[in-house]
């Protein structure tokens, strides 16, 4: 999830993985693969960055808890 502002200022978070468009018109406009649309204050880059960031902490999180499982195997593996 990432967080946004609408153009009144309202914080959302947004789903970035059901994002299917960003559009800059001078406005940025999200448009999600169910249909809905959201305008809001940040930038095509902005945005962006905010999806690389969020897709980065989780791919650390996937690879944490994947070493995690591998250590526990092998303490399990070792009695």
Do not use: W
């Amino acid at each position: 999830m990432i967080e946004l502002h609408k153009i009144d200022n309202t914080k959302i978070l947004l789903n970035s993985d059901l994002i299917e468009c960003v559009e800059e018109t001078p406005d940025t406009i999200i448009t999600l693969v169910t249909g809905n649309k959201y305008v809001v204050v940040e930038k095509f880059n902005e945005i962006l960055e905010k999806v690389i960031d969020f897709r980065k902490k989780i791919n650390a999180q996937g690879i944490s808890y994947i070493q995690i499982m591998k250590e526990e195997k092998k303490q399990n593996n070792r009695y």
